[in-house]
């Protein structure tokens, strides 16, 4: 499957974007649109209001929060959740960071994908799943 979006831009800033189906707990879902960081390792982000429409429960790592780097450098503490993604034609667990901002998601989510963007306003986001050939 390929997933694809949009650049959507306002003067000199572009953002790639791509719609997902996000599936949380109890047989509730949404589709929100999510921002592609490719500096970002992590699978995704999404708000806490998403995160408490969706119903998403913690990730156990011994403690509440785990922590995080910031594109910044800086370190901060966030809360981690589980959900499932639509990827690829076929469900994924991801683990989603709670960083109160706008959602996004990163290099985790796109690993054994490829990324092509049309670095214009309205330009196309394609996300394709990574072949591996075997034997060859």
Excluded: C, K
């Excluded at 011994?62 to 922590?67: E, K, N, P, Q, T």
């Amino acid at each position: 499957m390929t997933h694809y979006g949009a650049v959507s831009g306002i003067g000199d800033t572009l953002e790639a974007e791509v719609a997902l189906t996000v599936l949380g707990y109890g047989g509730v879902s949404e589709r929100v649109t999510f921002l592609v960081d490719t500096g970002a390792t992590g699978e995704m982000t999404l708000p806490q209001a998403a995160i408490v429409r969706l119903n998403l429960p913690l990730v156990a790592y011994g403690s509440a929060d785990a922590f995080v780097v910031l594109a910044d450098g800086a370190v901060s503490s966030a809360r981690v959740h589980a959900a499932r993604v639509v990827w690829h034609d076929r469900l994924r667990d991801v683990e989603v960071v709670n960083l109160g901002s706008d959602p996004l998601i990163g290099m985790g989510l796109l690993r054994g994908s490829n990324l092509s963007v049309d670095a214009a306003p309205g330009g196309l986001v394609t996300i394709t799943e990574l072949l591996t050939l075997t034997g060859a």
